[in-house]
């Protein structure tokens, strides 16, 4: 069987030790079209995503801050985003002011998320967050939670200066009339 499968074998392949029908080791080939080639970086702050796992899975988000090449803690690419876990509600003509302004409340999280569980979208967001949102800041319950609470304050009002560039952040229509 060994001396079958020796013959079968190509030249820029070799045999591996044990042999079977999956003994077979093929050799990457140098100067090969596309290797090594960089990928784009297109996560970027300030760009709109949508978690897709746990607790805020469904909800929309912004990057805060990135690392590409992970950390000492997280060996993996993941970000730092801030996002919007209630949205406001919509508001009509007859709603009086007080209505009008618990409609148009917002509830935020911050969250370091792996790359693969967050899905990116064409929008960026204008609102600037670094200076509120950093990674020391999740380090302590209390950091969070103002955090948290000054990033709810950014998209409240956001919200209330009109349409937003990322109509997809505030849940409005996806189609943007040019």
Same mark, same amino acid.
């Given at each position: 069987? /060994?001396?079958?499968?020796?013959? +079968?074998?190509?030249? $820029?392949?070799?045999?591996? /030790?044990?042999?079977?029908?999956?003994?077979?080791? @093929?050799?990457?080939?140098?100067?090969?079209?596309?290797?090594?080639?960089?990928? @784009?970086?297109?996560?970027? *702050?300030?760009?709109? #995503?949508? @978690?897709? =796992?746990?607790?805020?899975?469904?909800?929309?988000? #912004?990057?805060?801050?990135?690392?590409?090449?992970?950390? &000492?803690?997280?060996?993996?690419? +993941? %970000?730092?985003?801030? !996002?919007?876990?209630?949205? *406001?509600?919509?508001?009509?003509?007859?709603?009086?002011?007080?209505?009008?302004?618990?409609?148009?409340?917002?509830?935020?999280? @911050?969250?370091?998320?792996?790359?693969?569980?967050?899905? *990116?979208?064409?929008?960026?967001?204008?609102?600037?967050?670094?200076?509120?949102?950093?990674?020391?800041?999740? =380090? $302590?319950?209390?950091?969070?939670?103002?955090? %948290?609470?000054?990033?709810?304050?950014?998209?409240?009002? &956001?919200?209330?200066? !009109?349409?937003?560039?990322? *109509?997809?952040?505030?849940?409005?229509?996806?189609?943007?009339?040019?």
């Amino acid at each position: 069987m /060994q001396g079958l499968l020796r013959s +079968h074998l190509r030249s $820029s392949q070799k045999p591996v /030790q044990g042999g079977g029908e999956r003994g077979i080791e @093929v050799e990457e080939r140098e100067g090969e079209k596309g290797r090594g080639a960089k990928m @784009v970086k297109f996560l970027k *702050p300030n760009k709109a #995503v949508i @978690v897709l =796992q746990g607790r805020f899975a469904g909800r929309k988000a #912004v990057i805060v801050k990135n690392f590409d090449d992970g950390t &000492r803690d997280r060996a993996y690419g +993941h %970000c730092l985003v801030a !996002g919007i876990y209630k949205y *406001p509600k919509k508001v009509i003509r007859k709603d009086s002011a007080k209505k009008t302004a618990k409609k148009s409340r917002v509830k935020a999280f @911050v969250k370091l998320v792996n790359y693969n569980h967050i899905m *990116p979208t064409r929008y960026t967001l204008d609102v600037d967050l670094k200076d509120v949102v950093t990674p020391d800041v999740l =380090q $302590s319950k209390d950091k969070k939670v103002t955090a %948290c609470k000054e990033t709810k304050a950014r998209f409240e009002e &956001r919200f209330k200066t !009109g349409m937003p560039l990322d *109509p997809m952040l505030f849940n409005w229509a996806t189609s943007i009339t040019t």
